[in-house]
T-cell receptor
Framework: DAKTTQPTSMDCAEGRAANLPCNHS???????VYWYRQIHSQGPQYIIH???NNETNEMASLIITEDRKSSTLILPHATLRDTAVYYC????????????FGTGTKLQVIP | SAVISQKPSRDICQRGTSLTIQCQVD?????MFWYRQQPGQSLTLIAT?????????ESGFVIDKFPISRPNLTFSTLTVSNMSPEDSSIYLC???????????FGPGTRLTVT
């Protein structure tokens, strides 16, 4: 699996958009970008994934650059409950593929 | 989706003893994974467990220390053997389905070894 690089921590004001960047310059053509988050004392939770195109679901939006070497997870209106560690992961398709977690970004949403 | 439960949710054990952690899923799944999360750290994959075959262990993890069973498509156990304080971690199971892109994680078992 390709390695990812994320900032160690970020702050975001409640109600504002949280933009979490991720670099994955060695991603291969058939690897997907996945985002998970881990709220304190809970197991990781899947957020979103994408291959080439931008994706949006009820939780977040995923913007992938045209060269696929980086991506941004956007939480459009951050709430206090979004405080968590966010993991950007590059993996081949399928829930049955093993997942390699990096260090992630600790997002603190501030009232 | 999949709903996963783990037992116990937490335990405090003495060094030299063993603990078996159970992972139960509410539906049949192809793959089950076991992770370790040491205090303040990210998740590290211990092994992948397929039903009916031996578990596949990641580098640094061995079967004698972390034996795994996978008797059916909804259940797995991880045993932490001959525990030392360095084994104090959160142990999580996750499941994957061939029909889904994502994995689903259990709530974790918090283990403290004294």
């Amino acid at each position: 699996d390709a390695k990812t690089t994320q900032p160690t921590s970020m702050d975001c004001a409640e109600g504002r958009a949280a933009n979490l960047p991720c670099n994955h310059s060695t991603i291969s053509g058939n690897e997907y970008v996945y985002w998970y988050r881990q709220i304190h004392s809970q197991g990781p939770q899947y957020i979103i994934h994408g291959l080439k195109n931008n994706e949006t679901n009820e939780m977040a939006s995923l913007i992938i650059t045209e060269d696929r070497k980086s991506s941004t997870l956007i939480l459009p209106h951050a709430t206090l409950r979004d405080t968590a560690v966010y993991y950007c992961i590059v993996s081949f398709s399928g829930g049955y593929q093993k997942v390699t977690f990096g260090t992630g970004t600790k997002l603190q949403v501030i009232p | 989706s999949a709903v996963i439960s783990q037992k116990p949710s937490r335990d405090i054990c003495q060094r030299g003893t063993s603990l078996t952690i159970q992972c139960q899923v509410d539906s049949q799944v192809t793959m089950m994974f076991w992770y370790r999360q040491q205090p303040g750290q990210s998740l590290t994959l211990i092994a992948t467990a397929n039903q009916g075959s031996e578990a596949t262990y990641e580098s640094g993890f061995v079967i004698d220390k972390f034996p795994i069973s996978r008797p059916n498509l909804t259940f797995s156990t991880l045993t932490v053997s001959n525990m030392s304080p360095e084994d104090s971690s959160i142990y999580l199971c996750s499941v994957g389905k061939r029909t889904a892109y994502e994995q689903y994680f259990g709530p974790g078992t918090r283990l403290t070894v004294t």
